[in-house]
């Protein structure tokens, strides 16, 4: 039997940008909610959490409709880019961002909140800006909730199927990723590969899970977050 | 010379209340900021910091750090500043703690060592003790050679023994780097030891201002010493009464009459005195202060 590792691949290709893209946006974003005292909070925070509660089909669903080639995002993204947002790559990178986004963002928000206000006026005082701040105290003292974040969002990413379903249909070697080809070889009765991925994820997930709170655990040894 | 005529409305714990301050400080001198908590006095040393925003003006040397049109950040104001709970960086050591804030190899290694702090240059901050701890905060302060060195409550997370070592520490880089200090304190004995002039706050006003001299050693009357305490519980023991009434960190029984006994309650504030009796003063075990 010749064994195909390109869902593999392409799941993990997926998780990689997405996660890589989140850290961009979900830094910024997340220390904004964290500092910020506006009435829209609460809004903010819920609309972040969103994915998490709403079924992926429903997402999947408004993601095809508002990344149709028709519909306004998809009609700049076409235009612009020259890019094609359903069934596609980057389509799927799109729909994931949005799916994994509380993923990222929860954790280095708890982290900002929970860090000791007086080390970043500390820093302040010493002449140092908002940049270099952020950059040399604040975050290599959320390590912890960064790397949760960072490892959380990723392997979501690799685990999710009904939107990437959904969004990216299940075209070989572009959309096609390993929770989905799970899906087909089951459908197609073909139970000996499925078993062979779903053991592979399996192992993977429960490997990435682990390392998490095994290095976490390590850290809050080393040192003391007050 | 520092100039400071500041206003700035605080929500305080039972009402809103306007924290007004208007002060001219010599350089050179030690100034504290004493009161109750709540009074304002940590707000006050924020603002001079530039940690917080008023209204007014905060002149240092000719040089406008607050005034209507202009609020110079806490980064270009010339300022070493103190957390009461040391806001080391924990994820540096103690020499990149300090280099962190300039890097000036020569003038960290001058401070460790007059700190005598030279040999925990390699270690994190949260293998220190808490003294050790704070000994690196004011090293820390001092690597920005700021004009004006500001103290939140330095010595309240530090036993006895901690905080005469700190206050020795304190006063020796006040007089070595030419320093104006501020420092805020609820301790009488730390602002008699430490400071030349002090001020004390009261729900946001000054309501007195001068040396500790005049202001902590005054007594009312013609008692020959006085102690302010507290009322911890009353006792009735046989025929006589008993108050125990808490001093500083000591508790000490005084006998009272049966008409005081009913007058007195638990929790109230109270002067105790004597006039009659010269008190006796007895020199303790002599390590407890060395």
């Given at each position: 039997?010749?064994?195909?590792?390109?869902?593999?691949?392409?799941?993990?290709?997926?998780?990689?940008?997405?996660?890589?893209?989140?850290?961009?946006?979900?830094?910024?974003?997340?220390?904004?909610?964290?500092?910020?005292?506006?009435?829209?909070?609460?809004?903010?925070e819920a609309l972040t959490a969103l994915p998490i509660v709403l079924p992926p089909s429903v997402l999947g669903f408004y993601l095809l409709v508002f990344l149709a080639p028709d519909s306004?995002?998809?009609?700049?993204?076409?235009?612009?880019?020259?890019?094609?947002?359903?069934?596609?790559?980057?389509?799927?990178?799109?729909?994931?961002?949005?799916?994994?986004?509380?993923?990222?963002?929860?954790?280095?928000?708890?982290?900002?909140?929970?860090?000791?206000?007086?080390?970043?006026?500390?820093?302040?005082?010493?002449?140092?800006?908002?940049?270099?701040?952020?950059?040399?105290?604040?975050?290599?003292?959320?390590?912890?909730?960064?790397?949760?974040?960072?490892?959380?969002?990723?392997?979501?990413?690799?685990?999710?199927?009904?939107?990437?379903?959904?969004?990216?249909?299940?075209?070989?070697?572009?959309?096609?990723?390993?929770?989905?080809?799970?899906?087909?070889?089951?459908?197609?009765?073909?139970?000996?590969?499925?078993?062979?991925?779903?053991?592979?994820?399996?192992?993977?997930?429960?490997?990435?899970?682990?390392?998490?709170?095994?290095?976490?655990?390590?850290?809050?040894?080393?040192?003391?977050?007050? | 010379?520092?100039?400071?005529?500041?206003?700035?409305?605080?929500?305080?714990?039972?009402?809103?209340?306007?924290?007004?301050?208007?002060?001219?400080?010599?350089?050179?001198?030690?100034?504290?900021?004493?009161?109750?908590?709540?009074?304002?006095?940590?707000?006050?040393?924020?603002?001079?910091?530039?940690?917080?925003?008023?209204?007014?003006?905060?002149?240092?040397?000719?040089?406008?750090?607050?005034?209507?049109?202009?609020?110079?950040?806490?980064?270009?104001?010339?300022?070493?500043?103190?957390?009461?709970?040391?806001?080391?960086?924990?994820?540096?050591?103690?020499?990149?703690?300090?280099?962190?804030?300039?890097?000036?190899?020569?003038?960290?290694?001058?401070?460790?060592?007059?700190?005598?702090?030279?040999?925990?240059?390699?270690?994190?901050?949260?293998?220190?003790?808490?003294?050790?701890?704070?000994?690196?905060?004011?090293?820390?302060?001092?690597?920005?050679?700021?004009?004006?060195?500001?103290?939140?409550?330095?010595?309240?997370?530090?036993?006895?023994?901690?905080?005469?070592?700190?206050?020795?520490?304190?006063?020796?880089?006040?007089?070595?780097?030419?320093?104006?200090?501020?420092?805020?304190?609820?301790?009488?004995?730390?602002?008699?030891?430490l400071a030349d002039i002090m001020v004390e706050l009261k729900n946001g006003k000054i309501i007195k201002k001068g040396s500790p001299k005049e202001l902590l050693l005054k007594t009312s009357?013609?008692?020959?010493?006085?102690?302010?305490?507290?009322?911890?519980?009353?006792?009735?023991?046989?025929?006589?009464?008993?108050?125990?009434?808490?001093?500083?960190?000591?508790?000490?029984?005084?006998?009272?009459?049966?008409?005081?006994?009913?007058?007195?309650?638990?929790?109230?504030?109270?002067?105790?005195?004597?006039?009659?009796?010269?008190?006796?003063?007895?020199?303790?075990?002599?390590?407890?202060?060395?």
């Open positions: 039997m010749n064994f195909d590792f390109t869902p593999f691949i392409l799941s993990f290709k997926l998780a990689f940008i997405v996660t890589l893209f989140l850290l961009i946006i979900g830094i910024p974003y997340a220390w904004y909610l964290s500092v910020t005292k506006s009435k829209i909070k609460p809004f903010l306004f995002i998809g009609k700049i993204a076409n235009d612009l880019f020259n890019i094609k947002l359903v069934f596609s790559f980057p389509g799927l990178v799109v729909a994931s961002m949005i799916y994994s986004f509380p993923f990222m963002i929860q954790p280095i928000q708890s982290g900002f909140e929970s860090i000791n206000k007086n080390i970043i006026e500390a820093s302040y005082l010493g002449g140092k800006g908002k940049f270099i701040t952020l950059f040399k105290v604040i975050l290599p003292n959320i390590k912890p909730s960064l790397l949760t974040a960072i490892i959380i969002t990723f392997a979501h990413t690799v685990g999710e199927f009904g939107v990437v379903l959904m969004v990216g249909g299940s075209i070989p070697g572009k959309t096609e990723v390993a929770s989905v080809a799970i899906y087909d070889y089951v459908e197609n009765l073909e139970y000996h590969k499925a078993h062979i991925y779903s053991a592979i994820l399996l192992v993977i997930s429960f490997l990435v899970l682990f390392s998490v709170y095994y290095i976490n655990y390590k850290q809050k040894r080393k040192y003391d977050f007050y | 010379m520092i100039f400071i005529d500041i206003k700035k409305p605080l929500k305080g714990v039972k009402e809103n209340m306007l924290l007004e301050a208007k002060l001219n400080l010599k350089k050179g001198s030690f100034l504290a900021l004493f009161g109750a908590s709540g009074s304002g006095k940590t707000t006050l040393l924020r603002i001079i910091a530039g940690l917080e925003k008023a209204d007014g003006k905060i002149i240092v040397d000719n040089e406008k750090w607050l005034d209507k049109k202009k609020f110079l950040p806490p980064q270009r104001r010339e300022i070493g500043f103190m957390f009461q709970d040391f806001a080391l960086f924990p994820n540096m050591n103690i020499m990149e703690n300090l280099l962190y804030i300039n890097n000036d190899k020569n003038l960290a290694e001058k401070l460790l060592g007059l700190s005598g702090l030279n040999a925990l240059k390699n270690r994190i901050p949260h293998s220190l003790s808490g003294g050790q701890k704070q000994r690196v905060a004011l090293c820390r302060a001092l690597m920005r050679k700021p004009k004006l060195l500001l103290l939140d409550e330095p010595f309240s997370a530090l036993d006895t023994k901690m905080r005469e070592n700190l206050q020795n520490e304190i006063m020796m880089f006040h007089n070595e780097f030419d320093l104006t200090t501020i420092m805020v304190s609820h301790s009488p004995e730390e602002i008699y030891k009357g013609s008692e020959k010493f006085s102690l302010r305490g507290k009322i911890i519980d009353i006792i009735k023991a046989d025929v006589i009464n008993i108050a125990l009434v808490s001093i500083g960190s000591h508790i000490v029984e005084v006998v009272i009459s049966k008409e005081e006994a009913k007058k007195l309650k638990k929790g109230l504030s109270v002067v105790l005195s004597t006039k009659a009796f010269h008190p006796n003063i007895k020199v303790l075990n002599e390590d407890t202060f060395s």
